[in-house]
């Protein structure tokens, strides 16, 4: 926040408008550099929700995935948030076979 | 052919960003250089370059009819009268709306290529068949926007189709610059755009009252060596295409030297 933000915010004025045209610019190019439209994104964080799930339990309500710019590379960020158990274990699904389960002691939250 | 003309493309993707402008005050500026210029106004259905130049009275024939083989080269082009080293070509006559392949505009760009040192194509709008017929024939370019969202976001579209025709280098002008506003946060900064856009900046254009004035008279303000802000910003784009290098303005910094307020001062109403 700049100190003309703070000002404005005492004053109860609206912030700035360059921020807020940096911001939206941001987020529409974002697309337009792909071509995906919100509901493409969507239908894709869906499947690949349901193509993580069948291995890790995941929290199905968080999950977002996100394009996100910078210097003209723009890259899909997933994060997952994967559940635990109390002692702090990732959770698998019982597919995985138990040799795989015991390997799997780093308990690094997965994301991307 | 002489391989190192330079044939640079001027566009925006948006209209009325100021491709026509530039590519007017420019191609006299590189003239007064000293370098051998030809303008090519590729939007032939709405051109307007001829009339920025003060050219409109004089064109007979086009780029159309150097290919049809009905007259020659030297004959379709029309040489600026104050700055013979330019000269313009209108692609084509807006009553014709139907030619110009991509194979065309590189016959003729080819053309001018032998006998000029460097070859402005001014861009339609748009990113269809107008500018895909222009970028055919180029070899870098210049993207002219302003600091608002709308320019912003279709230079963007316009820098990605650039990449893929494999243009290089795609410089940015960033023109219609209100240093008051960016200092206030109500435009976007020079970084902003530089920062979202991703291209060298080749240079500034502040907002110019003069310009207005300028195409009303159909001379550009580099014409009379125009010390208006604008026409300084043109003369500085040109050296610097040529090579020199001048130091970019700092919007933050215009307007408040003596001259400059003496300036307003003087464009005060007083009845």
């Known amino acids: ?112 | 052919m002489a391989k190192d003309t330079r044939i640079i493309l001027i566009c925006s993707g948006k209209g009325g960003v100021g491709k026509t402008t530039l590519t007017a005050n420019l191609g006299i500026s590189l003239a007064q250089q000293g370098a051998k210029t030809a303008v090519l106004d590729a939007d032939f259905g709405l051109r307007n370059l001829d009339l920025l130049l003060g050219l409109e009275n004089r064109i007979v024939y086009t780029a159309q009819e150097v290919l049809e083989e009905t007259c020659r080269l030297d004959q379709a082009l029309v040489r600026h009268k104050q700055e013979p080293n330019l000269a313009l070509l209108p692609a084509g006559n807006p009553r014709m709306l139907e030619w110009l392949k991509p194979s065309d505009m590189e016959k003729i760009v080819e053309m001018l290529s032998e006998i000029f040192d460097y070859v402005l194509i001014d861009c339609p709008a748009g990113v269809e068949d107008g500018f895909k017929n222009a970028v055919a024939a180029s070899k870098e370019a210049i993207v002219v926007t302003n600091p608002e969202v709308s320019a912003v976001r279709d230079a963007d579209r316009v820098i990605g189709l650039l990449n893929t025709n494999s243009i290089n280098p795609v410089q940015l002008v960033l023109n219609r610059v209100r240093p008051k506003m960016m200092a206030s946060q109500e435009m976007l900064s020079v970084e902003d755009v530089t920062d979202i856009l991703a291209l060298p900046l080749l240079g500034l254009v502040l907002e110019d009252e003069q310009v207005i004035v300028s195409t009303n008279r159909g001379e550009p303000l580099t014409l009379n060596g125009s010390k208006s802000p604008a026409g300084k910003c043109y003369s500085n784009i040109a050296k610097r295409l040529q090579g020199e290098e001048i130091p970019l303005i700092d919007p933050s910094k215009e307007g408040t030297s003596f001259g400059d307020k003496f300036k307003k001062l003087m464009q005060t109403k007083i009845f």
């Open chain 1, 1 to 112: 926040m700049t100190l003309r933000d703070l000002i404005n915010k005492l004053l109860r004025r609206q912030t700035a408008s360059a921020n807020t045209a940096r911001e939206r610019l941001q987020l529409v190019l974002a697309h337009d550099r792909t071509d995906l439209s919100s509901d493409v994104l969507d239908k894709m964080r869906q499947e690949i929700l349901e193509v993580v799930a069948k291995y890790v339990e995941i929290d199905m309500s968080e999950g977002a995935v996100s394009l996100e710019t910078e210097d003209r590379m723009t890259a899909l960020v997933a994060n997952l948030p994967i559940k635990r158990t109390k002692t702090g274990e990732i959770k698998l699904k019982e597919q995985i076979t138990e040799s795989e389960t015991e390997a799997n002691e780093n308990d690094d939250p997965v994301s991307s």
